[in-house]
């Protein structure tokens, strides 16, 4: 079946690091991949997503290459704000339509 | 922001007691999609649906029923509740169930004693 697999967390950063999420997935066909912000006491929201091979998906700073050599769709910003702050979760959408989530990685950018 | 709603928020329940959590669209969305998330695990799919009528275990659907008699809402139903149930409960729709994006709704905190 369909897996996604999210780099441990919790992250701590200073404010303008860099920002690297792995993400790697297991999935037969060609799936849809995404990216999903959950900021605290609020429900999930879309941040970005990429529907084939080398597509990249950008928003708000951050950006995520489609890697179907590695099966991978990492998270990066150039620079965090406080504002990041958040648990970010990779997802992908396969044949059955249904979302696989990832298992979360927390997030907190120091002033 | 997608009008989703859902209630109750925060709900203390003992065992064996049955619940039901309610999710409501203004979106006249097809697909609805209940989630609960654990940590650890991320979100897992409870059940979903593609139409008023019209629905679907997913991962993780022992313990759970769900019914939609309209498109507005969507019905989550612990028959009998017990403590691994424990968990946030989400709500999403989705016009369709191909590239759309799922809209998530603010969540429900079910507490099982």
């Known amino acids: 079946g369909n897996s996604v697999t999210q780099m441990e967390g919790p992250v701590t950063l200073s404010e303008e690091a860099f920002l690297t999420i792995n993400c790697t997935y297991t999935?037969?066909?060609?799936?849809?991949l995404f990216w999903y912000v959950q900021y605290p006491g609020e429900g999930l929201q879309l941040l970005l997503k990429?529907?084939?091979?080398?597509d990249k998906g950008s928003n708000k700073g951050f950006e995520a290459t489609y890697r179907k050599e590695t099966t991978s769709f990492h998270l990066e910003k150039g620079s965090v704000q406080v504002s990041d702050s958040a648990v970010y979760f990779c997802?992908?959408?396969?044949?059955?339509?249904?979302?696989?989530f990832g298992s979360g990685t927390q997030l907190t950018v120091l002033p | 922001d997608a009008g989703i709603t859902q209630s109750p928020r925060h709900k203390v329940t003992e065992t064996g007691t049955p619940v039901t959590l309610r999710c409501h669209q203004t979106?006249?969305?097809?697909?609805m999609y209940w989630y609960r998330q654990d940590p650890g695990h991320g979100l897992r799919l409870i059940h979903y649906?593609?139409?008023?009528?019209?629905?679907d275990k997913g991962e993780v659907s022992d313990g759970y029923s769900v019914s939609r008699s309209k498109t507005e809402d969507f019905l989550l139903t612990l028959e009998s509740a017990t403590s691994s149930q424990t968990s946030v409960y989400f709500c999403?729709?989705?016009?369709?169930?191909?590239?759309?994006?799922?809209?998530f709704g603010p969540g429900t905190r079910l507490t099982v004693t």
């Open positions: 999403a729709i989705s016009d369709t169930g191909g590239a759309d994006e799922q809209y």
């Open positions: 649906s593609y139409g008023v009528k019209d629905t």
């Open positions: 997802a992908l959408r396969g044949s059955a339509r249904q979302l696989t």
């Open positions: 990429a529907t084939k091979a080398d």
């Open positions: 999935a037969t066909g060609y799936p849809s």
């Open positions: 979106e006249n969305h097809r697909y």
